[in-house]
């Protein structure tokens, strides 16, 4: 958890050393420079105007250096090992020659601008080693949201040459789906529970998993482990029926071009299980590059991107425009006493800010 900030009181912070020149800085970041990759982020996550531009430009600039880092999302509830598991996990790949970033979509920052994932303090091997990055959430909610802001930094992570990106949220909410948008296989960590195994996970992250682990696999745990996952996979096979012109569809993930999600068990905590794990993914990913499914899902979601930064830059427009908020204003008084229609104060509000058709 973060603490309280300890700042003393008249703590004056040091002024910040000034900008490098656009070009510079991208080639630093290119070169995985540190320092200048955290202060591309910041820049990202900037809502200030003019900062907006400079970031659009220096994501111009870094496009091409992008999209080769295999891209994993990790969900869980609180609690299920998240951090345990990529602090063991990300040492395992460090130690294979791969550099890894944790970035994190924490919902709760949302409203409360806390931010509790990416705690470095969880995951002190990963933190200290030169070749993992990791970022907390942005701690407030920003302009295109905390999916966008955490996209543009994956991307910049990707340019710093990081080959593997873990994008972390807590399993509440709606930040699945937005961890499910910006990466090619979404990991869903899950713990065997007391009574029905299943509890705790809604259909709606069942579909969207690509890969389903029960962790804590370990000590007395281990055969209510080992329950749960059997379990687990009865309701997969229920959720992902074979297609009808399938007829001798085996269990293997992918064998037969139908990627039925495994459920694997592994211990965060002990490492058993991890090599498998990894293998699992690669196996996923290696399904992805075939027959274009890889640029299919990326293409996707980048044109569903673009259209959640029009909605995104058409509500800053709404509530930047004068007539258009006093006239909201106005009708959100007369819908809530029922007296105009919802779709009627819509077209109001629209029109005031000269969007009808
Ligand atoms: N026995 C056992 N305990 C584990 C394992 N993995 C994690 N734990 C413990 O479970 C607790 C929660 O682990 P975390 O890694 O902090 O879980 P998290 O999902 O990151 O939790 P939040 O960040 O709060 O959402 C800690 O006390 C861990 O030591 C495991 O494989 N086996
Ligand atoms: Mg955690």
Redesign the pocket.
């Known amino acids: ?1 973060s603490g309280p900030s300890s700042i003393a009181p008249g703590f004056v912070p040091p002024p910040r050393p000034p900008r490098l020149p656009l070009e510079q800085w991208v080639e630093r970041v290119r070169a995985g420079d540190r320092n200048a990759l955290s202060r591309a982020i910041t820049l990202m996550e900037s809502t200030r105007p003019a900062d907006r531009i400079e970031a659009q430009r220096f994501l111009d600039r870094i496009m091409p250096d992008t999209g080769r880092a295999y891209r994993i999302g990790l969900t ?12 063991s996990w990300g040492q395992m790949l460090i130690n294979r020659g791969h550099k890894v970033a944790v970035l994190a979509v924490d919902p709760s920052s949302w409203r409360s601008g806390g931010s ?2 990416g ?1 470095k303090t ?1 995951m002190p091997g990963l933190a200290a080693s030169p070749h993992a990055y990791i970022r907390p959430s942005p701690s407030a909610r920003t302009l295109g949201g905390v999916g966008a802001k955490t996209r543009e930094t994956l991307l910049l992570c990707e340019a710093a040459g990081f080959d593997v990106v873990v994008v ?1 949220t ?1 399993g509440v909410g709606q930040s699945e789906a937005v961890v499910a948008e910006l990466t090619d296989t979404l990991v869903v ?1 899950l ?1 065997a529970g007391a009574g029905d195994s299943l509890q705790g996970i809604k259909r709606g992250v069942l579909e969207l998993a690509d890969v389903l682990v029960i ?5 007395d ?1 281990l055969s209510r482990a080992r329950q749960a996952a059997a379990q687990l996979r009865a309701a997969v096979k229920l959720l992902h029926p074979p297609p009808a012109d399938a007829d001798n569809i085996s269990d293997r993930p992918g064998a037969d071009g139908v990627w039925l999600p495994p459920v694997l068990t ?5 490492g058993t299980g991890l090599d498998e794990f990894w293998a699992t993914l690669q196996h996923h990913r290696h399904y992805l590059n075939q027959q274009g499914r890889l640029e299919k899902l990326r293409a996707g979601q980048a044109v569903r991107w673009m259209w959640s930064m029009v909605r995104e830059g058409l509500n800053q427009y709404l509530q930047n425009h004068p007539r258009a908020r006093q006239v909201a204003h106005q009708v959100e008084v007369e819908v809530e006493q029922g007296r105009l229609t919802p779709n009627a104060a819509a077209t109001a509000i629209l029109a005031a800010a000269g969007l009808t058709p």
């Open positions: 958890m869980g509830t609180p609690g299920a090992g998240k951090s345990t598991l990529i602090e509790l994932l705690d969880r972390e807590v960590l713990i962790n804590k696999a370990d000590g745990n592994l211990s965060a905590a002990t």
